[in-house]
């Protein structure tokens, strides 16, 4: 697979709400202290809103060691460990000083799957299916090789993980849109559908339990959850509220 252009910083750099629908379709890669290159296309992203959201690790504008790259700039790596077992891979999006930040919940394999399966299965006699691979955080995780070692990298610059782009093109014409439903159509000429929910494993009482801050390509296998959505919108503009426990 012929290496695309990656994201620099300054393309991160945007409230989380919108670079969640903008990263699905884009390629996320990783490459292994042995130089093994895996990558897989971003399938679904939770949105996090800084202080403000009640489900962000910095809500309140709270600042610890396990949170500080969230603090770090747009493009910084943010990886967590959750329930004593589980790492999380999110992607900082708000200027320094500004904890926004978007989870990558699912990708779909695309290189290196023979790799991803025997990290998945840390030495047993597992068989995993290839859409078990990378679906939810943890699996996304342990499948690419992600550990607290790959906390606070920039992702504009670093050359063991990035995010590589796949041109998408919009749709043309509004009555073209309304006939084909709210789509978003890849250069490769491929349309998918765009859901949005609420995010998974958020719990409390407050309104930001159903926030629908979850954005997923629509009928993929390798969406993490199948949590009926509130809707379909297209990636990535402005109609998009703004979004970040994930980051």
Do not use: K
Not at 21 to 41: H, K, M, N, Y
Not at 201 to 218: K, T
Request: aromatic residues 6%; glycine residues 14%.
């Amino acid at each position: 697979m012929t290496p695309a252009p990656r994201w620099t910083d300054s393309d991160f750099l945007s409230p989380s709400e919108s670079l969640a629908p903008a990263l699905l379709g884009q390629v996320l890669v990783r490459i292994l202290p042995d130089g093994t290159r895996l990558s897989g296309r971003i399938v679904e992203a939770e949105a996090y809103l800084g202080p403000q959201d009640l489900a962000s690790h910095a809500a309140g504008g709270r600042r610890t060691h396990r949170n500080r790259h969230m603090y770090d700039g747009p493009g910084t790596s943010y990886v967590y460990f959750t329930y004593g077992m589980h790492h999380c891979f999110n992607i900082v999006c708000g200027a320094r000083g500004h904890p926004l930040a978007v989870l990558i919940r699912a990708l779909e394999p695309l290189e290196g799957v023979d790799r991803m399966r025997a990290l998945r299965a840390a030495g047993s006699a597992r068989v995993i299916a290839d859409t078990d691979l990378l679906r939810g955080p943890g699996r996304l995780c342990q499948g690419m090789g992600i550990s607290l070692d790959d906390s606070g990298l920039d992702l504009g610059s670093d050359r063991s993980i990035w995010v590589e782009r796949v041109e998408r093109v919009e749709l043309g014409e509004r009555a073209e849109r309304a006939e084909r439903a709210e789509r978003v159509e890849w250069a490769s000429g491929v349309g998918e559908r765009v859901g949005v929910g609420p995010r998974i494993g958020i719990g409390g009482s407050h309104a930001w339990v159903e926030a629908p801050l979850r954005w997923f390509v629509e009928g993929s296998p390798f969406v993490s959850h199948r949590r009926a959505p509130v809707g379909a919108r297209r990636a990535g503009g402005s109609e998009h509220a703004q979004v970040a426990r994930g980051g």
